[in-house]
């Protein structure tokens, strides 16, 4: 019987021959972020159930079935591992003052948790871009949300692949008065539905508009609109942010079964969504969420939002073929004989020294010509620092050219360093 042990289903390494996607997005996303004004945040990937309960609710399948919950050591406290991020940094800004008299800006990349059945794209621990707004109503800051996450789109290559679809939830006491003319509506298909929709008819029937049944579809198509059924101003801001959108020249498809099924969700709802995935096809939403400040304890905060699956996007990238960041080594070293080799390292830090921000391999654990050779050109390295016993005595080292024309160059050894960066300039 083996003793290997393997990692937990839904729950994967990533390796450093995929490390370059990951590199490359969050690249993009840290410059971006940093170019509209918003902060970096690290919260705790641990915390009281309470929260999650409190802030995506108690009839939800993501509290019901997928979080990760267990006891504290003492059995004083729930405790759960976070199923996503909004909750705790809405969490940390009321307990650290973050949303008194001011406009926030922040942004979080990292793990997340939900216990579901793995599939492509979709994993036990998953990994999150997660951006949030707080003090400001107007559907200004949902525009420029969007323009940002437009403008990622086209540097990551892939802005023809995906497309904005957008609704509105309303307020709450509007939403209300929709639900009870959806739950009249389907109560008269109540044979047609599945069990989650007659589970979700009374306690969350906006869910049933999400519903990825395609038997449903015709009766879904049907129902009444929430659009048709908005408050004044929650539909002032929603037709404002059309405007802004159509200034902005961000195409959008307004879909009435985008839903959120938490009360504290108000007004704009989001998703970026693509074919190239199948089923797995939103790669991005989100929304405003008003209530959930004061629903946590907190002063009266408007808020907006989004949440972004780097997995999903991962797959999406290399579904569009776009290339990830691959950085070469400036230089390999080979050094021949037990003098050579000795001052190997010294020689090595010496250039780092005088050389920063490049990436200089050094031969480890020796070998023949031959074997170096061989190890230098799998290293994709532009150049080979080659130096025996002989260079050594006479103070030159040769470097080779490992990627055009193989030429080499004796070079003094106080001259390399400059030498390299002449190299650099080019």
Request: contains cysteine; aromatic residues 8%; proline residues 4%.
């Amino acid at each position: 019987m083996s003793n290997k042990i393997n990692a937990l289903r839904g729950m994967h390494d990533c390796l450093p021959a995929e490390i370059g996607y990951w590199q490359t997005i969050e690249g993009h996303l840290r410059s971006l972020f940093a170019e509209y004004g918003y902060s970096e945040i690290r919260t705790p990937l641990l915390e009281e159930t309470r929260l999650f309960t409190r802030s995506i609710g108690e009839v939800t399948d993501i509290v019901e079935k997928e979080m990760y919950t267990f006891p504290d050591q003492n059995e004083s406290l729930s405790l759960s591992l976070r199923p996503e991020m909004t909750a705790g940094i809405v969490r940390a800004g009321i307990q650290h003052g973050l949303f008194y008299n001011q406009i926030q800006k922040l942004w979080q990349i990292g793990p997340a948790f939900r216990y579901e059945r793995p599939q492509k794209g979709r994993y036990r621990q998953f990994h999150q871009a997660d951006v949030e707004v707080f003090g400001v109503e107007t559907p200004d800051v949902d525009a420029e949300m969007l323009a940002m996450l437009a403008r990622f789109w086209q540097r990551l290559g892939i802005a023809d692949e995906v497309k904005l679809e957008i609704n509105s939830m309303g307020t709450a006491v509007s939403r209300a008065q929709y639900r009870e003319k959806l739950i009249h509506y389907f109560e008269g298909f109540m044979e047609q539905l599945d069990e989650d929709s007659k589970r979700r008819l009374y306690t969350n029937p906006l869910r049933i508009l999400d519903s990825k049944n395609p038997e449903l579809n015709e009766i879904i198509a049907g129902a009444p609109k929430l659009l048709d059924h908005l408050d004044p101003e929650s539909k002032e801001h929603f037709d404002l942010l059309c405007q802004q959108l159509d200034i902005l020249e961000i195409p959008y498809i307004v879909n009435p079964r985008i839903v959120r099924g938490m009360d504290y969700y108000t007004r704009t709802v989001f998703e970026w969504t693509t074919t190239k995935l199948g089923s797995q096809g939103t790669v991005c939403g989100g929304g405003r969420y008003d209530k959930m400040v004061e629903e946590l304890g907190g002063r009266s905060t408007p808020a907006i939002g989004f949440g972004m699956g780097m997995e999903r996007l991962i797959l999406l990238c290399q579904a569009c073929d776009v290339k990830a960041n691959e950085s070469a080594p400036l230089l390999t070293t080979i050094f021949l004989g037990e003098k050579a080799t000795l001052q190997g390292l010294a020689i090595v830090e010496s250039l780092r020294n005088e050389i920063s921000h490049v990436e200089i391999l050094t031969n480890l654990g020796g070998g023949s010509m031959k074997s170096q050779m061989k190890k230098a050109d799998r290293s994709g390295a532009k150049y080979a620092l080659i130096m025996g016993e002989n260079e050594l005595e006479q103070d030159i080292v040769i470097l080779k050219d490992l990627r055009e024309n193989g030429t080499q160059e004796e070079i003094a050894r106080t001259e390399l360093a400059t030498f390299l960066r002449a190299k650099l300039a080019e």
